[in-house]
């Protein structure tokens, strides 16, 4: 069984450019969720989609937004990027959105914005 | 809003020693709660986590949590330690009406020294 990935491993931008960042779930999995992941902090709650459709939103701008298609891959996209969007990008997938299910988190995309 | 509150962004131990990670949430509903660790480089991988019943949770590697409720908090130990425990170590809480959205701690890097 294939876990959680996520492509690319590592990107460089320039701010004010667009970036977009994807993640393949574990199969079996319809609910994509993604944290950003700031040098030395924990991971924060960007968005989640359940069935392509998005449930729920943490508190990040609207150029933050996303997509999940009918195979619940999953994409981020970053639009007008700045210094403070530097971080670590995680996907976490589950087999559903309820509170018992466990996320499963992938390795991560590593976005540094000059 | 619910938090979560990890005390020591940095502890060491020797190795052979008892580990003890302190995590204290706040939430007005019943919990879940996790803990993750991340090694360098990589994503989140679940440690252990409780949901309802039994307070003392064990999880894998030799590490456990208790649940203590009067006191909101969910610490996380091993008896003794391996210098393979070396990583950076989350605690995270979910509410119900958030579904399975984690909130997360900043973390505690864990040093083990020969």
């Known amino acids: 069984e294939t876990g959680v990935t996520q492509s690319p491993t590592h990107l460089i931008k320039t701010r004010g450019q667009q970036v977009t960042l994807r993640c393949s779930s574990q199969?079996?999995?319809?609910?994509v969720s993604w944290y950003q992941q700031a040098l030395g902090q924990g991971p924060q709650f960007i968005f989640q989609?359940?069935?392509?459709?998005?449930?729920g939103r943490g508190n990040f701008p609207p150029r933050f937004s996303g997509l999940q298609f009918p195979n619940y891959s999953s994409e981020l996209n970053v639009n007008a990027l700045e210094l403070d969007d530097s971080a670590l990008y995680l996907c976490?997938?589950?087999?559903?959105?309820?509170?018992?299910?466990?996320?499963?988190f992938g390795p991560g995309t590593r976005l540094t914005v000059t | 809003a619910q938090s979560v509150t990890q005390l020591g962004s940095h502890v060491s131990v020797s190795e052979g020693a008892l580990v003890l990670l302190r995590c204290n949430y706040s939430s007005s509903v019943p919990p879940y709660l996790f803990w993750y660790v991340q090694y360098p480089n990589q994503g989140l991988q679940l440690l252990l986590k409780y949901t309802t019943g039994a307070t003392l949770v064990k999880g894998i590697n030799g590490f456990e949590a208790e649940f203590k409720k009067s006191e909101t908090s969910f610490h996380l130990t091993k008896p003794s330690a391996h210098m393979s425990d070396a990583a950076e170590y989350f605690c995270?809480?979910?509410?119900?009406?958030?579904?399975?959205?984690?909130?997360f701690g900043a973390g505690t890097i864990l040093r083990v020294k020969s």
């Open positions: 199969s079996g999995h319809n609910t």
């Open positions: 989609y359940y069935r392509e459709e998005e449930n």
């Open positions: 976490a997938s589950s087999l559903d959105s309820g509170r018992s299910y466990e996320q499963y």
């Open positions: 995270a809480v979910s509410r119900m009406e958030y579904g399975n959205k984690l909130v």
